[in-house]
């Protein structure tokens, strides 16, 4: 389905090309752009990666090594401070080389993305042993015999890092071959989606936003766009829904032998915003449900379900604005309020739903969303090129280009005679 849709896309391009350019434009610059200073890439992704082999393992190893049995001593406080800076300088100092090297929007979001999966799987590994090394600690006080390993070999958290999955586990089920073609096939379609995803932008983001500045902002012309995006920004969803939790999932657990293949359930099928939530990305679910849901319900109680849900959507919610703000170099929070306002509350309101309607519900909601996300994005993202810059300080960066355009368009229709 996926390849005859990007042949129906191709040809529409084509046709556009020809009609209004009386040539076939075969134009990647902006793909180039998109993905360049690849160099940079690379090389802050082996010193993301590197820092997780030779910080974060010999650190736990040395703490769950040298720890005296007991209730908490000096060395716990110690080393979770350590902890706590080392994931802190994690955060931060990428996004000063993201910054200081200008890497363009989608090196910074592979890099965003990347960092944000060895933050959880570092936590998750850790959080895993922490109570094993506990619990060994107290066993060897009570002088009884035990078999138990307080730190897992080095070899068990390399793999760990590069499955898909965010939970540490010391062995997971595994697969005795490795279909080599079907590796192959997957990073293939992982490539044609990504044409696929330039073709939508390039047919139908770029000529609509382009020359976007005071004189295109009307309500009518805002209406219009976001309706004209939704089926455009839902595509783009699908795809890169199959091109990352299906093909490129799929990829690297043939090539690690890697059994646990569920990455999704049919949410497409869904008639809640809860179970969809849920069935979604079940890899990153299992990892807010595991450390941020569980662990919020222990301090607060279990009477407080409704509170660490909120906890939930709010961490999630602001961490995938993290990804915008640092891929367009500007702050705007529409994926924010959607996600932690209205997708929270859609959850409570389609909680009890079973009728198919609800499906319908869901379905437009999605397409409404995506509409909106791409349509408001875009728009914003060619206003600070195409628009005059308001203060040189950080409020440039919090205060949307979009909106000032809109106030000088009415601006100089007032003055006009």
């Given at each position: 389905m996926?390849?005859?849709?990007?042949?129906?896309?191709?040809?529409?391009?084509?046709?556009?090309?020809i009609?209004?350019?009386?040539?076939?434009?075969?134009?990647?610059?902006?793909?180039?752009?998109?993905l360049?200073?690849k160099?940079?890439?690379?090389?802050?992704?082996?010193?993301?990666?590197?820092?997780?082999?030779?910080?974060?393992?010999?650190?736990?190893?040395?703490?769950?090594?040298?720890?005296?049995?007991?209730?908490?001593?000096?060395?716990?406080?110690?080393?979770?401070?350590?902890?706590?800076?080392?994931?802190?300088?994690?955060l931060?100092?990428?996004?000063?080389?993201?910054?200081?090297?200008?890497?363009p929007?989608?090196?910074?979001?592979?890099?965003?993305?990347?960092?944000?999966?060895?933050?959880?799987?570092?936590?998750?590994?850790?959080?895993?042993n922490?109570?094993r090394?506990?619990?060994?600690?107290?066993?060897?006080?009570?002088?009884?015999?035990?078999?138990?390993?307080?730190?897992?070999?080095?070899s068990?958290?390399?793999?760990?890092?590069?499955?898909?999955?965010?939970?540490?586990?010391?062995?997971?089920?595994?697969?005795?071959?490795?279909?080599?073609?079907y590796?192959?096939?997957?990073?293939?379609?992982?490539?044609?989606?990504?044409?696929?995803?330039y073709?939508?932008?390039?047919?139908?983001?770029?000529p609509?936003?382009h020359n976007?500045?005071?004189?295109?902002?009307?309500p009518?012309?805002?209406?219009?766009?976001?309706?004209?995006?939704?089926?455009?920004?839902?595509?783009?969803?699908?795809?890169?829904?199959?091109?990352?939790?299906?093909?490129?999932?799929n990829a690297?657990?043939e090539?690690?032998?890697?059994?646990?293949?569920?990455?999704?359930?049919?949410?497409?099928?869904?008639?809640?915003?809860?179970?969809?939530?849920?069935?979604?990305?079940?890899?990153?679910?299992d990892?807010?449900?595991?450390?941020?849901y569980?662990?919020?319900?222990?301090?607060?109680?279990?009477?407080?379900?409704?509170?660490?849900?909120?906890?939930?959507?709010?961490?999630s919610?602001?961490?995938?604005?993290?990804?915008?703000?640092?891929?367009?170099?500007?702050f705007?929070?529409?994926?924010?309020v959607?996600?932690?306002?209205?997708?929270?509350?859609?959850?409570?309101?389609?909680?009890?739903?079973?009728?198919?309607?609800?499906?319908?519900?869901?379905?437009?909601a999605?397409?409404?969303?995506?509409?909106l996300?791409?349509?408001?994005?875009?728009?914003?993202?060619?206003a600070?090129?195409?628009?005059p810059?308001?203060?040189?300080?950080?409020?440039?960066?919090?205060?949307?280009?979009?909106?000032?355009?809109?106030?000088?368009?009415?601006?100089?229709?007032l003055?006009?005679?």
């Amino acid at each position: 389905m996926f390849v005859a849709i990007l042949i129906v896309f191709c040809l529409n391009t084509f046709v556009y090309d020809i009609v209004h350019e009386g040539r076939i434009n075969l134009n990647f610059e902006m793909m180039q752009w998109a993905l360049g200073k690849k160099s940079k890439v690379m090389e802050l992704w082996v010193m993301m990666q590197l820092s997780t082999l030779v910080i974060v393992y010999p650190m736990f190893y040395y703490w769950a090594n040298n720890r005296p049995a007991g209730p908490a001593k000096w060395i716990d406080y110690v080393v979770l401070s350590f902890y706590i800076a080392f994931m802190l300088a994690f955060l931060v100092l990428p996004v000063n080389y993201i910054m200081e090297n200008a890497l363009p929007p989608a090196s910074t979001v592979i890099i965003a993305c990347e960092q944000l999966r060895l933050i959880m799987k570092m936590h998750s590994f850790v959080r895993e042993n922490i109570p094993r090394v506990l619990n060994f600690n107290n066993k060897k006080d009570d002088d009884s015999p035990t078999d138990e390993v307080m730190c897992p070999d080095f070899s068990k958290y390399l793999y760990f890092l590069f499955v898909p999955t965010l939970i540490y586990r010391d062995d997971y089920p595994r697969t005795k071959t490795i279909r080599w073609n079907y590796v192959v096939t997957n990073f293939g379609q992982v490539i044609g989606c990504l044409f696929f995803i330039y073709y939508i932008f390039m047919r139908f983001c770029v000529p609509y936003f382009h020359n976007f500045n005071q004189e295109h902002v009307t309500p009518e012309l805002l209406v219009m766009t976001v309706f004209g995006c939704m089926l455009p920004g839902t595509l783009v969803l699908f795809i890169g829904f199959f091109a990352i939790l299906h093909s490129w999932f799929n990829a690297f657990a043939e090539m690690l032998r890697f059994a646990d293949r569920m990455f999704y359930k049919d949410w497409w099928n869904s008639t809640s915003f809860s179970n969809y939530y849920r069935t979604w990305n079940v890899v990153v679910h299992d990892w807010l449900y595991t450390y941020v849901y569980k662990d919020v319900c222990r301090v607060i109680g279990r009477g407080n379900k409704p509170a660490a849900m909120a906890c939930v959507f709010v961490f999630s919610a602001i961490f995938h604005e993290y990804v915008l703000v640092l891929c367009f170099n500007f702050f705007y929070p529409v994926l924010l309020v959607m996600f932690a306002g209205a997708g929270f509350g859609f959850m409570f309101l389609t909680d009890k739903g079973v009728s198919r309607s609800w499906n319908v519900f869901l379905w437009v909601a999605l397409f409404t969303g995506t509409g909106l996300l791409m349509c408001l994005y875009s728009m914003e993202w060619y206003a600070r090129i195409n628009c005059p810059v308001n203060t040189d300080n950080i409020f440039d960066k919090l205060i949307p280009r979009s909106w000032t355009c809109n106030f000088e368009a009415m601006e100089n229709n007032l003055k006009s005679p």
